[in-house]
């Protein structure tokens, strides 16, 4: 129903395009050479002509017109959704001043003749204005001495983004799949932000020769096609920002979310080391899987299975609920067996912790 009253909408305003361009016609004396009875019935004609023409013009474009749209609102809307409404109003106040200059100057190129590039110095003059006008005040927004009122909403503002602060998630966590179980706790507030090279980086990974690094990449996209499907989906969005200039992956995440004063959510080693130097926040899943494993301590009895023989001639190995290794000495010939252990050390790793236990006398 929608794309019907668009397609009518813009069939419309493409036939009153036609007929003003009709008029044009007739007024620029363009037909005058024609005989007079030609002229009796010569505009009629025109007028429909072109509005017919026009109409069906619009009416075949308003698809694309209507994509066109909505990915202007899109934009706009991720380009002011995390800007402060303090900064919003000055960029306003800086547009209407800039747009009232440009109105009391425009008489001037108004003047100029063939008036047609008149007016088009005029147009290139409002967008001059109008985009100095946005420009100025909110790039050097900082500089400003704001009323209290608005430098109170500012920190409000601020304090909201501090403790919902964006996520931009890279490729690693969306194939670990991991970060998404968490936000079905709800635990995680502020929106995910997945940006488009992320997207075509999984695409191409799904499209691998390899076997399993094309399964992990279906794996992937057929998890963020379901979590976007949920309820726990509308907070993630798809951003078109690009950095052309960057080849790196890593590298335009990190300037996306620098940009975005967000946290980047990965189990990448390498990308995490890189956004802390450039003290940007890193949401590892690692870590938070490493601060929700059981906690032990020397001295402490555990209940185990071993499951297989260990390294040494005398280990075995068995694991935790959470997936935390044992390695129990004098385990051995137990496999199988579900037995009580007493545990002597902890070490922890960047892949996790692992805990050194003994059987139980």
């Known amino acids: 129903m929608k794309s019907k009253i668009a397609k009518l909408i813009s069939a419309l305003l493409f036939a009153a395009l036609g007929t003003s361009i009709a008029k044009f016609i007739l007024d620029s004396k363009l037909l005058s050479a024609l005989g007079e009875s030609t002229m009796l019935w010569l505009p009629a004609v025109l007028y429909i002509s072109c509005a017919l ?46 747009l009232v200059l440009a109105y009391l100057l425009s008489f001037l190129p108004l003047r ?12 290139l003059m409002y967008i001059i204005f109008a985009t100095l006008g946005w420009m100025i005040p909110t790039k050097r927004f900082k500089e400003l001495s704001l009323p209290s009122w608005l430098r109170s909403s500012e920190k409000g503002e601020r304090g909201k983004r501090s403790t919902a602060s964006a996520k931009v998630i890279d490729t690693s966590s969306i194939i670990d799949g991991r970060f998404f179980d968490v936000l079905k706790t709800g635990i995680i507030e502020g929106t995910i932000i997945v940006p488009q090279f992320v997207l075509d980086e999984l695409r191409y990974i799904a499209d691998s020769s390899d076997p399993l690094k094309r399964a992990r990449g279906r794996r992937g996209l057929d998890i963020l096609n379901d979590i976007r499907k949920t309820e726990d989906g509308q907070n993630i969005i798809v951003t078109d920002v690009d950095y052309p200039e960057l080849e790196d992956v890593d590298s335009k995440l990190m300037r996306l979310a620098s940009e975005k004063h967000a946290c980047i959510v990965t189990n990448d080693y390498n990308l995490n080391k890189a956004a802390s130097v450039h003290r940007i926040k890193v949401f590892n899943i690692n870590d938070l899987a490493n601060a929700l494993r059981t906690n032990v301590t020397a001295g402490e009895e555990i209940r185990v299975s071993i499951v297989k023989e260990g390294k040494e001639l005398t280990q075995g190995v068995a694991y935790l609920d959470d997936g935390t290794m044992v390695v129990v000495e004098g385990a051995r010939e137990l496999i199988g067996s579900t037995i009580e252990a007493t545990v002597t050390s902890v070490l922890q790793t960047s892949a996790g912790k692992m805990i050194f236990a003994k059987v139980k006398e």
């Open 53 to 98: 023409v026009f109409g069906v013009i619009g009416f075949l474009l308003a698809p694309s017109l209507m994509k066109a749209y909505h990915f202007l609102i899109s934009s706009l809307m991720r380009r002011f959704s995390d800007m402060p409404l303090s900064k919003i109003f000055v960029g306003v106040i800086g547009l209407i001043i800039a």
């Open 112 to 123: 100029i003749q063939p008036q047609f590039i008149g007016t088009a110095l005029c147009v």
